[in-house]
């Protein structure tokens, strides 16, 4: 891995719809120290049906604007028409922020929806990293970096040591191993019994091959965890074995991780989501705010 270099300034899009994960999201920024010259763009869309209301909108957007300026932040606001996903990513494109920030759910989330449908579209669909934050908001003192040695997690790792500091955070750094293969017995010719067998006698080829993966495991982790004290960070590295979102969900519920910081492959060519299985699932499942770091 490359050395990790801060950045002198950070730009942030911040989507606010008035919802309560909004307020979440304006919560976490308000923690985030950046540098001086950082910016925080405001940015609210209405629907052609919201239109009549529009000063309504504009007075709250307004509050939220003079919040981020109280907090010391360099902050302006901007209200337009459309459609929130469609013009949220169309400014991200146009304008290259470092970071979108954006509640989980908004406003006219269905129940039991665990991603509101503008959220999900950003993160599928923009070309920059995006944190999606989950309410209640209750600091980030606790951080978790998702690393399977890819170059798309990676990136997520040099991106978040460019990340806004933030105050009195320690970091957990975890690499998942390959769950051991399911012992398969047949039962009849066309029928395979995928249930586990006991007892199961670990071959020495299985035996040495896991030992491989948790040296490596364990070197990646030594790598990551380097990487991130040289710049501050109280790193910590943590190995599991098994399918990696449980094991992650299951991780930031037993630690009560504040954030997740994953990478993701992002979208093709054919604009198909090939954003990682597990990475996608964080997102839709974990109860805490992801942040998600595209490409590599």
Request: proline letters at 5%; charged letters at 20%.
């Amino acid at each position: 891995m490359s050395a990790i270099k801060k950045k002198s300034n950070f730009s942030i899009l911040l989507a606010d719809d008035g919802s309560e994960h909004a307020r979440a999201a304006v919560s976490l920024l308000a923690d985030l120290k950046t540098p001086q010259s950082s910016q925080v763009h405001i940015l609210r869309v209405i629907t052609p049906l919201q239109a009549a209301e529009h000063e309504v909108f504009e007075s709250a957007l307004e509050a939220t604007r003079k919040l981020l300026l109280m907090k010391g932040m360099s902050a302006d606001a901007e209200l337009l028409l459309g459609y929130p996903a469609e013009k949220i990513i169309e400014y991200s494109g146009e304008h290259e922020p470092d970071l979108i920030v954006l509640g989980a759910k908004g406003l006219r989330s269905t129940f039991g929806i665990l991603l509101g449908g503008v959220a999900q579209q950003v993160v599928e669909y923009a070309s920059c990293p995006v944190l999606i934050v989950r309410a209640p908001y209750n600091g980030l003192s606790h951080i978790l970096v998702a690393s399977d040695g890819s170059l798309s997690s990676i990136a997520a790792i040099n991106y978040f040591g460019n990340f806004p500091s933030l105050v009195k955070a320690s970091v957990d750094v975890i690499h998942v191993l390959p769950p051991p293969p399911l012992p398969i017995s047949v039962v009849e010719p066309m029928f395979m019994d995928l249930s586990p067998t006991e007892p199961w006698e670990i071959t020495e080829e299985e035996a040495a091959r896991r030992i491989k993966e948790e040296e490596d495991g364990n070197v990646l982790l030594t790598t990551c965890c380097d990487q991130l004290r040289r710049i501050g960070f109280e790193a910590t590295g943590i190995l599991k074995r098994g399918d990696a979102a449980t094991e992650i969900i299951e991780y930031v519920k037993a630690e009560k991780i504040n954030m997740i910081v994953t990478g993701s492959r992002g979208l093709s060519r054919l604009k198909s989501w090939l954003m990682g299985s597990v990475s996608r699932k964080l997102v839709h499942y974990s109860d805490c705010s992801v942040l998600v770091v595209r490409g590599s």
